[in-house]
């Protein structure tokens, strides 16, 4: 019972980092935010193989710069983000996010197959 609940605690935090990344704000502190709130809490000895992988990477992606000037390593990192930098993030959240609930049974959005249209393009 606790594994499950574990494993639901877990997705339950992707959801609400994907709600935060989908909210109003500058992207780089939607990201921030999204992982210095649920990101952090997640337990990725509790995700798929896969997912935990991804996830590992993209939590290592988010601490690369050192802790300065009253920010901690996540908030450094992603205040030294371009916007497309943040935006990429972001989407690597939205994947985990998919692939944990559908059992890797969804195409991510970052396949390169997949293009999307935005109105008024010819």
Same mark, same amino acid.
Do not use: W
């Given at each position: 019972?606790?594994?499950?609940?574990?494993?639901?605690?877990?997705?339950?935090?992707?959801? +609400?980092?994907? @709600?935060?990344? !989908? &909210? %109003?704000?500058?992207? *780089?502190?939607?990201?921030? =935010? $999204?992982?210095?709130?649920?990101?952090?809490?997640?337990?990725?000895?509790?995700?798929?193989?896969?997912?935990?992988?991804?996830?590992?990477?993209?939590?290592?992606?988010?601490?690369?710069?050192?802790? +300065?000037?009253? @920010?901690?390593? !996540? &908030? %450094?990192?992603?205040? *030294?983000?371009?916007?497309? =930098? $943040?935006?990429?993030?972001?989407?690597?959240?939205?994947?985990?996010?998919?692939?944990?609930?559908?059992?890797?049974?969804?195409?991510?959005?970052?396949?390169?197959?997949?293009?999307?249209?935005?109105?008024?393009?010819?």
């Amino acid at each position: 019972m606790e594994i499950v609940d574990l494993e639901a605690r877990n997705h339950s935090h992707l959801r +609400a980092a994907v @709600l935060q990344l !989908i &909210g %109003a704000g500058p992207i *780089k502190q939607r990201l921030c =935010e $999204a992982s210095l709130r649920h990101l952090s809490d997640i337990d990725p000895g509790r995700l798929p193989r896969e997912v935990a992988e991804h996830f590992q990477e993209l939590m290592d992606s988010l601490s690369t710069v050192p802790a +300065a000037g009253g @920010l901690g390593r !996540i &908030g %450094a990192t992603v205040r *030294k983000m371009s916007d497309q =930098e $943040a935006a990429a993030c972001a989407v690597r959240v939205l994947d985990l996010y998919l692939a944990l609930s559908t059992n890797g049974q969804r195409e991510p959005a970052t396949n390169p197959q997949r293009q999307l249209r935005l109105v008024g393009d010819e």
